[in-house]
């Protein structure tokens, strides 16, 4: 399916982070006038990395948080550079920057702002304003015709803007408001709780019992760092049939513990595992991972948030009855709602959650959407570097990164024109970035 050109449209996209700035590149593109509105003072989302996380609530139960960005000090890319890239502008290695295939967040972000300089994005971006409502002005419309009603506030003089757009982009990302699990004792436990998207040094852990909830990639990486400082760390996890590497590791360090599920937590620090065991901690980290949350988006229960399932939206991204004029885009006529019943039913079927519902990771869903707008399909090259780094990150959790034997996947994707098509890239003045 590929939407037909319209006339040019003045389009608000929210968020500068990596898909807030490729969208905003695009439209203008096709014609468009674009105004890209930014609450932090730079572009990338959550590759902004934000050391201070004071005045953040621990558990982050504010729908409004005061930090966006979960990304904590040391954090590294989990997919090789190579991979990483926008179609047309590769992630190329810079002198005097980091030359790892896995990078450091910072990397990324220069990355981010290197594509904005290139392709000269900055001067559609208002930064330090933050989105406080988006809703239909004229709800009931046909969608082709609706326009939308975005009001902002500019952080530093509090001034409050309110404009009409014929099109708006929602791209603020869903890494920042925590999903919480439900423990029986959580809301008295005496002692420290806190959610990974504040966590950012292991500094603070140093000598402490830490119980870490969640078997995600976010929980195997924290605890990995924790162990070198904390006296012992604790990992909950759903299941108890892990993978090789994070089996390999726990083997090799006498204070780290692999855990059920928590039953209990008691006032006086005691936890409660499902299978009858028991510790005293100081701190408890929930890396149980992110909730879809747009507080200022209006749409009259049109788009809703059913246990983290963002919908009714067409591949993942529009909202049928208000399509094209609002999209969600980052979040993985009737013939669009025939599509996502089909995919909601297909996924019941195979006993998926609902809140699994966007955690799309084959790569036959970027080829489907390709079709879609006439794209074309990933390269073997790409998908091959990425099960490889995901298969090796399986069997050598903390080497992963910086031992590897895809060197023949690797020579076979860097002779790609994909990686000679932007010679110029490579000389960019870096003093200018």
């Known amino acids: 399916m590929v939407f037909e050109t319209y006339q040019s449209k003045n389009v608000c996209v929210i968020g500068a982070g990596p898909s807030g700035v490729v969208a905003a590149r695009e439209l203008r593109k ?24 004071e005045g953040e609530d621990p558990l982050g139960r504010n729908p409004f948080l005061k930090v966006h960005s979960s990304i904590y000090e040391s954090l590294r890319l989990m997919s090789p550079r190579e991979v990483m890239g926008f179609t047309d502008f590769p992630f190329l290695t810079k002198k005097g920057r980091d030359l790892r295939r896995f ?15 290139w392709f000269g994005l900055r001067d559609m971006i208002r930064f330090n304003t933050r989105v406080e409502y988006v809703g239909p002005l004229n709800y009931g419309a046909c969608s082709n015709d609706l326009r939308w009603v975005v009001r902002s506030k500019e ?29 029986k004792g959580m ?12 966590y950012r040094t292991p500094e603070p852990f140093s000598q402490e019992i830490v119980v870490i909830v969640g078997n995600s990639y976010s929980g195997q990486e924290i605890s990995i760092e924790l162990v070198k400082v904390a006296k012992e760390v604790h990992l909950s996890s759903k299941s108890l049939d892990i993978t090789e590497g994070l089996s390999k590791f726990i083997s090799k360090h006498e204070n780290y513990h692999l855990h059920p599920q928590i039953e209990t937590l008691q006032e006086d620090g005691h936890v409660i595992f499902t299978d009858g065991s028991s510790i ?11 909730s879809y949350s747009f507080p200022f988006l209006d749409t009259k229960g049109t788009v809703v948030v059913d246990d983290n399932r963002v919908g009714p939206l067409y591949e993942h991204t529009f909202p049928p009855s208000l399509a094209p004029s609002l999209s969600l885009i980052g979040i993985p006529r009737k013939e669009m709602m025939k599509s996502i019943e089909e995919f909601y039913h297909s996924r019941e079927v195979d006993g998926i959650p609902k809140h699994y519902t966007h955690d799309i990771g084959d790569f036959d869903y970027c080829d489907k959407y390709g079709d879609n707008v006439g794209f074309p399909k990933l390269e073997s090259w790409r998908k091959d570097l990425c099960l490889s780094a995901v298969f090796n990150s399986f069997v050598n959790l903390d080497t992963f990164r910086d031992s590897w034997d895809d060197d023949e996947l690797l020579q076979e994707a860097l002779q790609s024109p994909y990686f000679t098509q932007l010679e110029g890239v490579q000389q960019l003045d870096e003093d200018s970035l």
């Open 30 to 53: 096709e014609g468009h006038k674009v105004v890209v509105l930014e609450q932090n003072h730079d572009i990338g989302g959550q590759w902004l990395y934000d050391p201070n996380v």
């Open 103 to 117: 990078p450091s967040h910072r990397e990324l972000f220069l990355y981010l702002s290197d594509f904005c300089q």
């Open 155 to 183: 952080k530093k003089s509090g001034e409050v803007v309110e404009q009409v757009y014929e099109a708006v982009v929602v791209a603020t990302g869903h890494y920042s408001l925590p999903r919480l699990p439900c423990i």
């Open 187 to 198: 809301d008295t436990w005496k002692r420290k709780q806190m959610h990974s998207h504040i």
């Open 280 to 290: 005293v901690a100081d701190t408890i980290l929930y890396c149980t991972g992110y």
